[in-house]
Each structure stands twice: as C-alpha cells, then as structure tokens.
C-alpha cells in the first residue's frame, strides 16, 4: 500500500512539473509574440513610409499591427497564468490573485481592441467579415499585417 502511494505521489510531482513547464513554455510565446511583433511591426512600418513616401498611411497601419501583436500576446499570457494558477497552485489565494490580473488584462485587450479599431465592439457596421472594409488604409493595399 505504501509503495503505491508513493507512485501516485511521485508521479503527482511528475505531472507538476509538466504542467509548470507547459506554463512556461506558453508564457515564453507571449513574450516572444510581443517582441517579434513589435520588431516586425516597425520594419514593416518604415518599408510602407518609405515606399509610399507618406507617414501618415504608414504610422496607422504601425499602430493597427502593434496593437494586434499586443492583443495576441497578451492572450498567450492570460493562458500561462491560467494554467499555472489552476493547474500548478490551486488555492484561492492564486485564484483571486488570477481573477485580478485576467481582469487587468481583459481591460487592456478590450482598451487596445477600441484602439485598433476606433469604435466599441459592439458597434460594427453593417455584415462585413473583414476587418480590411473597414479600414481605408487596408483596403488600399497599403497596410501589411505583422500578425
């Protein structure tokens, strides 16, 4: 019998681990999507000014790019800590400490969403699937998404 508990906790341990390196690995995307966003992002940017000649046009489509890649990552982000929080730690201490930080982060992604987009989401125009119609810029040609 002791031997048996012993098994199940070792392999308890064993699973821990997994899911903590799942965690991780999932936290290290999002940041890595931060980061490759934002380098993408700009390159793409100075491309476009330089092509067309105007940085108006460009400085847009930068910004709508930016803001996607942070929404995307952020994403990622909310993963890893719902994974680590549930999965790794569950107590209700890390569950109040999770519900805050996916309440801060639901804000930023809803605030960045207006952003992107200029209106609530709520608010969409008309049956379009595409988020280019909406966007003169992208409807253009002009505009290259990073994401």
């Not at 341990?13 to 993408?40: K, R």
Request: glycine residues 10%.
């Amino acid at each position: 019998m002791a031997d048996v508990l012993m098994q199940a906790a070792e392999q308890i341990s064993v699973m821990d681990h997994v899911v903590h390196w799942i965690a991780t690995g999932v936290e290290a995307g999002g940041v890595a999507m931060l980061a490759v966003t934002a380098v993408a992002s700009t390159v793409l940017m100075l491309v476009d000014w330089r092509r067309a000649g105007r940085f108006a046009p460009a400085y847009k489509a930068y910004r709508r790019n930016l803001g996607r890649g942070i929404l995307l990552g952020l994403e990622f982000l909310v993963i890893a800590d719902i994974i680590g929080t549930v999965a790794v730690e569950p107590s209700f201490h890390n569950l109040g400490i999770l519900g805050v930080i996916v309440i801060i982060r639901t804000f930023l992604s809803f605030s960045l969403e207006v952003e992107i987009e200029g209106r609530l989401p709520w608010h969409k125009g008309g049956d379009r699937d595409s988020d280019e119609d909406d966007d003169p810029v992208a409807a253009s040609g002009s505009e290259r998404s990073a994401v």
